[in-house]
């Protein structure tokens, strides 16, 4: 063989080993997996259908996400575990649940520490916030695609019993996930908080294992825990934004356009759970009175101070890092 024909045929072995793997990649559906604990006719399943359909429509069929709900790979903790081992590929849950890998997030669920949807919008917005998902990127191959799936428009009380007052709640058995500092916050408020699955909790009110929950009230009607607990309290404790994950291994190993329309579709379908949530508030409110729920409106003056002392001892006591009060609340609070 001449000398130059061995150089054509070396040019033409590089340019076939560069391009093939991509030609590979491009000629096969890659198949990625979601998975979330909620069931999937309520509004957040829907917005994580959404978000899948959007995902194909944006690559052209090239990407699909099939979509697990209902706890169908296992509980939030389990699909946290999976998201961070690259064996599932999506998975989401509020602020809070992070606090495990995020201390600061800690706060992000405490009771009564954002005052309105505005002062947690201001946080997302911030660098503390961006300073958090960096960690959390970092240190635990989660990497947040979004924050503005906003569960609308916040947390109430679900009880047995009419909550009027800080007195009325004091030693009620009060369902909490398995979340140290949410488990901390409401025991210093005076309930006694009592980890339960979310799948579990309609049954466990239905047989008064528990008293009472927190709930989004978006997801009150939605899960007939009225059925069970026909109190209402319109606490507002917490203005609950959910952050959807992606494994950072998965993420990486896509091309940039895909990466691209991955988090494009989960801002829209962040925002369409958003505007959803938000628009069916009265709505919701008319279904749940319709079928026996009282709701009720009351002075949370009282909770939010003792709620915010307490988070004051816990941060002096090194529940989490100094300063993260006035990094994550007071620097971000509306002006």
Not at 30 to 41: S, T
Not at 129 to 136: D, L, M, Q
Not at 206 to 221: H, K, M, N, R, W
Request: charged share 25%; glycine share 4%; hydrophobic share 45%.
């Amino acid at each position: 063989m001449k000398k130059y024909e061995r150089i054509i045929v070396i040019l033409l072995v590089v340019i076939f080993a560069i391009i093939t793997p991509k030609i590979s990649w491009a000629a096969e559906q890659i198949v990625l997996r979601f998975a979330h604990i909620m069931p999937p006719e309520n509004s957040q399943g829907l917005a994580v259908q959404l978000f899948a359909d959007l995902v194909e429509k944006k690559t052209d069929g090239k990407v699909k996400v099939n979509v697990f709900p209902a706890c169908q790979l296992g509980s939030s903790e389990e699909q946290f575990e999976m998201t961070r081992l690259g064996t599932c590929d999506f998975t989401m849950a509020s602020l809070d649940y992070y606090a495990p890998i995020e201390e600061t997030w800690k706060v992000c669920g405490w009771a009564f520490a954002f005052k309105s949807n505005e002062h947690l919008i201001n946080y997302t917005k911030s660098d503390a916030y961006e300073k958090a998902i960096g960690r959390i990127e970092m240190d635990y191959k989660l990497k947040v695609i979004a924050v503005n799936w906003i569960r609308g428009p916040f947390k109430v009380l679900v009880s047995k019993k009419p909550i009027m007052t800080l007195d009325d709640f004091q030693g009620i058995k009060l369902r909490m996930p398995e979340v140290e500092a949410q488990l901390k916050n409401w025991s210093a408020i005076g309930a006694i908080p009592t980890p339960i699955a979310w799948p579990e909790l309609l049954l466990a009110l239905t047989q008064g294992i528990v008293e009472a929950c927190d709930s989004p009230f978006d997801l009150v009607y939605d899960m007939k825990f009225h059925t069970a607990a026909p109190y209402v309290l319109l606490s507002k404790h917490m203005y609950q934004p959910i952050a959807v994950s992606m494994s950072a291994i998965s993420f990486h190993k896509l091309d940039k356009e895909y990466q691209s329309a991955i988090l494009e579709a989960a801002k829209e379908a962040g925002d369409w759970y958003t505007e959803r949530s938000f628009a069916g508030f009265e709505e919701n409110k008319k279904k749940l009175i319709a079928e026996g729920a009282v709701i009720i409106e009351a002075n949370m003056s009282e909770w939010r101070k003792n709620s915010m002392e307490a988070a004051w001892e816990m941060e002096k006591n090194g529940e989490w890092p100094a300063g993260t009060i006035q990094e994550v609340l007071l620097d971000t609070e509306p002006k």
